[in-house]
T-cell receptor
Framework: AQSVTQLDSQVPVFEEAPVELRCNYS??????LFWYVQYPNQGLQLLLK??????LVKGINGFEAEFNKSQTSFHLRKPSVHISDTAEYFC????????????FGTGTLLAVQP | KAGVTQTPRYLIKTRGQQVTLSCSPI?????VSWYQQTPGQGLQFLFE???????NKGNFPGRFSGRQFSNSRSEMNVSTLELGDSALYLC?????????????FGSGTQLSVL
């Protein structure tokens, strides 16, 4: 079975500061990892994904994440956040194959303060 | 291109009633997935349809059902509503079914069961 743990339910940060949102996964098979963002009253939008290859993945809006197999982690980072980055961030895992089924973490609210 | 459209945006029902939610995928997309989002349980996979066939199903009771039409539009139905069914129901579409595919989410239908 697969599972995702997002250790922080809320991360407050000042504008222009760096941020890291933590995600750990558990799986008995090879995994594919994703980060999605949800702005208020909207659906989810894909930030980035790791399928294979380079462990450092770059996404939209200046975000990047690093896949660490030994630590079973896929932390999301941004060197300098903006007020507009305030949103809920979800880490997700898939076991691959011909399915769109994703297992999501519980989410981390990134609260950027001026 | 128009995005994923979910109707209605908001819905209020009473216990015991049934409800049907609609999802129109992005033109050309043949895969539609449904997720339930609640504050307590987070995002949970309901089911996935591809070319009118159910590809995968989550751990939900039989009161939750869905279907996909030949134009790829999808509906989900919940019968005998319970208070715990109050949630944001999100629909996502993709061109194909598979982990490599990018999911595009709609803004969701907010269902309140009284």
């Amino acid at each position: 079975a697969q599972s995702v743990t997002q250790l922080d339910s809320q991360v407050p940060v000042f504008e222009e500061a760096p941020v890291e949102l933590r995600c750990n996964y558990s799986s008995s098979v090879s995994v594919y990892l994703f980060w999605y963002v949800q702005y208020p009253n909207q659906g989810l939008q894909l930030l980035l994904k790791y399928l294979s290859g380079s462990t450092l993945v770059k996404g939209i809006n200046g975000f990047e994440a690093e896949f660490n197999k030994s630590q079973t982690s896929f932390h999301l980072r941004k060197p300098s956040v903006h007020i507009s980055d305030t949103a809920e961030y979800f880490c997700a895992v898939s076991g691959g194959g011909a399915t769109n089924k994703l297992i999501f973490g519980t989410g981390t609210l990134l609260a950027v303060q001026p | 291109k128009a995005g994923v459209t979910q109707t209605p945006r908001y819905l209020i029902k009473t216990r015991g009633q049934q409800v049907t939610l609609s999802c129109s995928p992005i033109s050309g997309h043949r895969s539609v997935s449904w997720y339930q989002q609640t504050p307590g349980q987070g995002l949970q996979f309901l089911f996935e349809y591809f070319s009118e066939t159910q590809r995968n199903k989550g751990n939900f009771p039989g009161r939750f059902s869905g279907r996909q039409f030949s134009n790829s539009r999808s509906e989900m139905n919940v019968s005998t509503l319970e208070l715990g069914d109050s949630a944001l129901y999100l629909c996502a579409s993709s061109f194909r079914s598979g982990t490599n595919e990018k999911l595009f989410f709609g803004s969701g239908t907010q269902l309140s069961v009284l």
